[in-house]
């Protein structure tokens, strides 16, 4: 491997002609001199000539040499101009590139959270008909709204009262007790928690005709089982009832 | 396994039983005899939650015992409703949202009634100006 650093062009050329230089004061002095005295050592003056033309050749030859790398240099920086200009463009596409992507991703999520909509309202879709239905059912009975004649002292009420829940399935099958449960009873017989049969008021909330073939979900019959998850204890939704109904002897938490 | 006797029986009895939530006087009862309180009674109102799916809960006349149930499944309310007040209260409020849609009806005729007699002006001025419109 060449350790040795080759003379750069400038050097060589400032070298080449600071001989010329040397050489030629040399030359003039003798011609000097000679006017005065003869030449004291004959032939130095074409000796010195001779190296004068030779250094001048060199000299050419560096200069030629210069010509040449000064025009590779020019190329090189032409070609360094190009690479630049193709580095510029390859960020444009990039920057582009990733607009892009961004854009198509976001539109893919939001189809993506329409199918999911689309697909949950068609989960949850009830025929109109059977909404319409259901609603007279319940406003009809006025389960959900007040009959427009309704005065205070009137027994209807939007839950079942005392006397529909004694006749129903379920009154007769616990025969239960009378023991001042809140409610408008009239009546004995009704006070003793019985009634027969033939008397026994079919209300439709008990809907026997029309939940033939509905059948309850199953259950282990054992409710004393802790079931998974346990119960909320929301304090903050019960809150604000609680102090609204008065000053009650509940103790607050 | 149960008979499907026994569970239409059962469809039934756990239709009327989850309706009669629906009366405050009734979860009064129940919180006085101790019911809320046990473990079993409470597995069972976690268990009526199904009434809430369409397909059971269009057998429901009485829809105010969804949201009772509901709130039952929260301890704070179970252990309020020992107090008569606190069930009075509900049963108040309950009775006042009952009569909303029906004063809302009301109102609503009663300003419709006002703006007749406005309408019926307006519409004697323009016969006139359509008479003078033809006559031309």
């Not at chain 1, 230089?21 to 001779?50: H, W, Y």
């Not at chain 1, 040449?68 to 190009?82: C, P, R």
């Not at chain 2, 239409?8 to 009734?26: D, G, K, M, T, V």
Request: proline content about 6%.
């Amino acid at each position: 491997m060449a350790t040795v650093v080759e003379k750069s062009t400038k050097e060589r050329l400032l070298s080449a002609l600071d001989d010329l230089e040397v050489l030629s004061r040399e030359l003039i002095e003798m011609l000097a001199l000679s006017r005065t005295q003869k030449l004291p050592q004959p032939g130095e003056d074409s000796q010195i000539l001779e190296l004068l033309v030779q250094r001048d050749r060199e000299y050419q030859e560096l200069m030629e040499t210069a010509r040449q790398q000064g025009e590779v240099h020019q190329e090189m920086e032409q070609l360094e101009k190009e690479v630049e200009k193709r580095d510029s463009d390859i960020q444009q596409l990039q920057k582009q590139l990733k607009e892009a992507e961004h854009i198509l991703a976001t539109a893919v999520y939001q189809a993506k959270e329409k199918l999911k909509s689309i697909d949950k309202a068609r989960k949850g879709s009830i025929s109109s008909e059977e909404i319409i239905k259901y609603a007279h059912r319940i406003s009809a009975s006025n389960a959900v709204c007040a009959p427009l004649n309704w005065v205070p002292g009137d027994p209807r009420r939007p839950y079942p009262t005392d006397l529909e829940m004694r006749s129903g399935m379920l009154g007769h099958m616990a025969n239960l007790p009378t023991n001042g449960v809140n409610g408008h009873l009239p009546g004995d017989a009704l006070a003793a928690g019985r009634l027969p049969d033939v008397l026994t008021p079919h209300y439709p909330w008990q809907s026997s005709d029309v939940s033939v073939g509905m059948l309850p979900p199953h259950h282990g019959n054992d409710f004393g089982l802790e079931p998974p998850g346990h119960n909320k204890e929301n304090e903050d939704d019960v809150e604000a009832m609680s102090t609204d109904s008065s000053s009650s002897s509940s103790d607050s938490d | 396994m149960e008979t499907e006797e026994q569970a239409r029986n059962r469809f039934q009895s756990e239709l009327e039983f989850i309706q009669c939530l629906a009366n405050p006087n009734y979860l009064n009862f129940l919180a006085q005899r101790g019911f809320l309180r046990e473990k079993p009674f409470i597995n069972y109102l976690k268990y009526l939650l199904y009434w809430k799916e369409p397909e059971y809960a269009k057998f429901l006349k009485y829809p105010h015992c969804l949201h009772m149930l509901e709130l039952l499944q929260y301890e704070h309310f179970r252990k309020e409703l020992v107090n008569a007040q606190c069930t009075k209260f509900i049963d108040e409020q309950q009775l006042l949202h009952w009569q909303h849609y029906s004063r809302k009806r009301t109102r609503l005729q009663q300003a419709l009634a006002e703006q007749q007699p406005a309408q019926q002006q307006q519409q004697q001025l323009l016969p006139p100006q359509h008479g003078n419109a033809t006559a031309k």
